[in-house]
């Protein structure tokens, strides 16, 4: 038994961000300023992108994404069930209506076919989630893209290092966008970006995170003099902040190092839990890099002859904190009264929802963590 409670995704925060943040709090310029146009600078570049604006959340990249795209009341938006609540409520804020469709079980990806199925002449744009880390099938989805003239609005919260067949996620679609919580693989406590692929996209989302006022407004206030705004839309108070950008370029100098450390916890799961009657996640498919941002297995009790509830439980009890990613949309009782939606109707999601645990698998975790983790599993399903 651990003496202290193992934090499910606690980041790994070392000295050097300590420092640029205290550095940033003693610059005086604590709102957004320089170094959020420098993490946008640094995150295009390692994403091999051009256009990158920084804002206070993925949630928000999203709701902006789906503005700029031109998408309102009486569109339709495809997307996934299994995802977290965010991908759904961005489209709902922009006026439009999300339209679900199930999953590959393997992959626990949006399923193409399914995506197709669902085209009507309202559809708009997909809205394809990166689950986990695991690349969407891009090739089908952008072909049906192409072919019904819709927009691709990638949802890479969990896809910062993750590639398909050459190519990186968030550059497939015509907006990409990240997250940066504290749980995420680069972090900055709160905080989204997002990618667009079109300059004009790119200067309204940067209009729109600000309140609608005129480019570069935040440099109003600069050592250049002062600058009058104008506004010229009723925009959002979505920008990121420098405080926030302060711990995200000191985490932009570690994404590689940090995603090696997960790819070996990612290893030592699928090799020291082989044997046990759990489903792990599925290989990583030829021609991708996943991001190992969650490590997900399902317990089934009629294998285990334990509940996933009482499995999460357990796991407490044994001081290791787990997460649920995620109970299907339509389980939630929002949705079902919103839109009509039964779990049922997407089987794929309700029965990987109801199964799933994502066991610790944050870059800070040291080999006895990931031990203990191990030896936890091990030892409920043993008895």
């Not at 997460?323 to 779990?343: C, K, M, T």
Request: glycine share 8%; proline share 5%; net charge negative.
């Amino acid at each position: 038994m651990r003496e202290n409670f193992l934090v499910f995704g606690s980041p790994r925060i070392e000295e050097d961000e300590i420092e640029e943040v205290v550095s940033c709090l003693r610059s005086g310029w604590i709102g957004t300023g320089p170094r959020v146009a420098e993490f946008e600078r640094r995150f295009a570049a390692y994403k091999g992108a051009t256009h990158a604006i920084a804002v206070n959340s993925c949630t928000a990249a999203l709701h902006l994404s789906i503005l700029a795209a031109g998408i309102g009341p009486g569109d339709e938006v495809i997307t996934t069930p299994m995802t977290f609540c965010a991908s759904v409520n961005a489209i709902i804020h922009a006026g439009a209506t999300p339209v679900l469709a199930d999953i590959d079980p393997r992959s626990m990806n949006i399923d193409p076919e399914r995506v197709r199925a669902k085209i009507t002449s309202r559809t708009k744009a997909i809205l394809p989630v990166h689950f986990a880390g695991r690349s969407c099938d891009m090739d089908p989805l952008c072909a049906i893209a192409e072919e019904q003239g819709l927009t691709i609005i990638e949802d890479c919260a969990h896809a910062i290092e993750t590639e398909y067949r050459g190519r990186k996620a968030g550059n497939f679609g015509d907006f990409g966008c990240f997250s940066f919580y504290v749980t995420k693989n680069v972090i900055t406590g709160e905080g989204g970006l997002i990618l667009a692929r079109k300059p004009e996209y790119a200067a309204r989302l940067k209009v729109l995170a600000l309140h609608g006022m005129s480019a570069d407004a935040w440099k109003r206030f600069g050592d250049e003099g002062y600058k009058h705004y104008l506004v010229t839309e009723a925009g959002f108070k979505y920008n990121m902040m420098d405080l926030q950008a302060a711990i995200g370029l000191r985490q932009m100098e570690k994404v590689e190092p940090f995603w090696e450390r997960r790819r070996e916890i990612w290893t030592r799961y699928m090799d020291e839990l082989s044997d046990l009657p759990l489903t792990l996640p599925a290989p990583v498919e030829p021609d991708t890099r996943h991001a190992f941002h969650l490590f997900s297995i399902l317990v089934d009790e009629a294998r285990t002859g334990i509940s996933r509830d009482a499995f999460l439980s357990a796991m407490t009890k044994y001081k290791i904190g787990v997460g649920v990613h995620y109970l299907s949309i339509p389980e939630h009782p929002f949705y079902q009264g919103r839109f009509g939606w039964s779990p049922d109707q997407y089987p794929h999601a309700r029965d990987i929802g109801r199964r799933t645990v994502s066991l610790p698998i944050s870059a800070k975790l040291t080999d006895a963590d990931v031990t203990d983790v191990i030896q936890a599993v091990r030892e409920i399903l043993g008895k």
